[in-house]
């Protein structure tokens, strides 16, 4: 089958499915084709719009895309890894850790773990110096 954008002398575009160009020719040349205004029989084939270049761009940038989002996952995945070997695992008693650290200074080390945004802008409010990473899955998914 192949799809031709054909136009008729009044002015109407429309598209028609043909099985193959020779049928194409030869309904042109019997003015077979017809239009829906029903007046004229005169009705060319359009050259085909560039859709080809215009997918050719979309797949470049959805590349670029992909190739981006990659090189951040590698990164943000390195930053785990970073902040694994060299902070201890608090988990849910991140906020607690964190201010006994900053009081107490005792035991003073690089702690990461889980805190609501809340707790958060609580401790940075204290002076406790917090950083939020996006913390992305060791495996692909
Ligand atoms: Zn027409």
Same mark, same amino acid.
């Given at each position: 089958?192949?799809?031709?954008?054909?136009?008729?002398?009044?002015?109407?575009? +429309?598209?028609?499915? +043909?099985?193959?160009?020779?049928?194409? =020719?030869?309904?042109?040349?019997?003015?077979?084709?017809?239009?829906?205004?029903?007046?004229?029989? @005169?009705?060319?084939?359009?050259?085909?719009?560039?859709?080809?270049?215009?997918?050719?761009?979309?797949?470049?940038?959805?590349?670029?895309?992909?190739? +981006?989002?990659?090189?951040?996952?590698?990164?943000? $995945?390195?930053? $785990?890894?970073?902040?694994?070997? @060299?902070?201890?695992?608090?988990? =849910? @008693? +991140?906020?607690?850790?964190? $201010?006994?650290?900053?009081?107490?200074?005792?035991?003073? $080390?690089?702690?990461?773990?889980?805190?609501?945004?809340?707790?958060?802008?609580?401790?940075?409010?204290?002076?406790?110096?917090?950083?939020?990473?996006?913390?992305?899955?060791?495996? =692909?998914?």
């Amino acid at each position: 089958m192949i799809k031709y954008h054909l136009k008729c002398e009044c002015g109407v575009q +429309f598209e028609s499915w +043909f099985s193959s160009s020779e049928e194409y =020719d030869n309904l042109e040349k019997k003015k077979l084709l017809s239009c829906q205004c029903g007046k004229s029989k @005169n009705i060319s084939k359009q050259i085909m719009s560039p859709q080809i270049s215009l997918k050719k761009q979309l797949n470049s940038s959805s590349s670029k895309k992909e190739i +981006f989002l990659k090189t951040m996952s590698k990164k943000l $995945r390195d930053l $785990r890894n970073y902040i694994e070997k @060299n902070s201890e695992y608090v988990g =849910d @008693n +991140f906020t607690s850790e964190a $201010r006994s650290i900053h009081y107490d200074k005792k035991n003073v $080390r690089s702690i990461y773990g889980k805190a609501t945004p809340e707790q958060t802008q609580e401790l940075l409010e204290e002076g406790i110096k917090v950083d939020t990473v996006p913390w992305i899955n060791k495996v =692909d998914s």
